[in-house]
């Protein structure tokens, strides 16, 4: 899938800041890139601005970072990108009313800026935590001093050692899939499965 963001728009809301620093655009966008990597996803990262006049790319972390050039905004070139490439497999992640309006009359999914970050976090959150489990059980098996077999002690060892990971769906908050969660898919709309299957691909 392509993730379409609107990048001032979504690190904005996420610092809950009204000013962002490159630095702190960078760390966001390695983020990003380490998320779809994970995921298999495609991001278009779009920001004001830039060096030119006009658009120019970069691929930063494996993320296409775009900068509108000083003749357009961010909103115009993700506007012109959604009415040239809305038969893909495309999600946009923006809070913009205006975006978000263009995006809904040429049926094209979008996605809170807020809920894509709280998204992105919590599985970049697990993947560590996952990683710290394997790393944890290598380190329990391998420094095991005593050849001797207890076996409630080694039961309770094991047991100790193992994590239930959460689902993502159970750790989102209520208000993210906009009224879809815990509605039975029969009574969903179509429109509303489109999405719904799209936010299960995050």
Do not use: W
Request: aromatic fraction near 6%; include cysteine.
């Amino acid at each position: 899938m392509i993730l379409l963001i609107d990048g001032y728009n979504v690190v904005k809301q996420a610092l809950m800041k009204n000013d962002v620093s490159d630095k702190e655009r960078d760390i966001f966008i390695a983020q990003l890139g380490k998320y779809c990597k994970i995921k298999g996803h495609k991001a278009r990262l779009v920001f004001d601005g830039g060096p030119s006049d006009r658009p120019t790319k970069e691929l930063l972390y494996g993320v296409t970072v775009i900068y509108s050039g000083y003749r357009d905004s961010a909103d115009d070139y993700i506007k012109d990108y959604l009415d040239a490439h809305k038969a893909l497999d495309l999600l946009l992640v923006s809070t913009d009313r205006d975006i978000c309006r263009h995006a809904s009359r040429i049926n094209v999914e979008q996605l809170d800026a807020k809920d894509f970050y709280y998204i992105m976090s919590v599985s970049l959150n697990n993947l560590g935590k996952h990683l710290d489990d394997k790393v944890a059980n290598r380190l329990a098996i391998a420094t095991k001093t005593s050849e001797s077999v207890n076996k409630e002690l080694d039961e309770l060892m094991q047991l100790g050692s193992k994590v239930v990971p959460k689902k993502l769906e159970d750790e989102l908050p209520s208000d993210c899939f906009s009224g879809l969660k815990g509605v039975k898919h029969n009574k969903l709309t179509k429109k509303e499965m489109k999405k719904m299957k799209k936010i299960n691909k995050l």
